[in-house]
């Protein structure tokens, strides 16, 4: 079961798509964060919701939000994806120990062995604000990710 609003955000620290260390409270007190949680890079839904994303990357990387997208793929893996898809912002490994962040999150299927498709709005003192969990053929709608950082 996925972790709810009103809840204090798991602290976590993953590596990049580039081998840099990346910290959950590497934020707090800077920036809120949209913490976005997919099963596997290359696959049709993730690449369209990521690109979808880089698209319109400015509402979701800037000043006051952080778009951090987790995935249990190696970083190398994830690497390559960025590249060949122009994603300019982190893309973080969960993949070993494997899927300990997004068993935290409550996103983890063990029978799959990935993310399902979670999302979390993370506010500045790192309480989680705003959560949505689809099944892993049903696509975020990012709109709703941008009525949810309003509301911060």
């Known amino acids: 079961m996925a972790i709810e609003a009103g809840t204090a ?3 976590f620290e993953l590596k990049d798509n580039h081998g840099r260390t990346v910290r959950l409270s590497d934020f707090k007190g800077e920036k809120n964060v949209v913490l976005l949680f ?3 890079a290359f696959t049709g839904v ?3 919701e990521l690109c ?5 990357l400015p509402k979701f990387q800037n000043d ?5 997208a987790v995935s249990n793929d190696s970083i190398h893996s994830l690497r390559v994806f960025a590249e060949q898809e122009g ?23 063990e029978e799959k062995g990935c993310a399902v498709r979670g999302t979390f709005v ?4 790192g309480t989680v604000r705003w959560t949505v969990v689809n099944g892993l053929p049903d696509a975020r709608d990012l709109n709703e990710y941008v009525k949810a950082l309003d509301t911060l």
């Open 52 to 56: 979808a994303l880089r698209d319109e």
């Open 64 to 68: 006051d939000v952080q778009l951090l």
């Open 46 to 48: 993730c690449t369209g």
């Open 87 to 109: 994603l300019e912002y982190p893309l973080l490994s969960d993949f070993w120990p494997h899927g300990n962040v997004s068993r935290a999150y409550g996103v983890f299927d």
């Open 122 to 125: 993370i506010d500045k003192e």
């Open 9 to 11: 955000a798991p602290d």
């Open 38 to 40: 997919y099963p596997f």
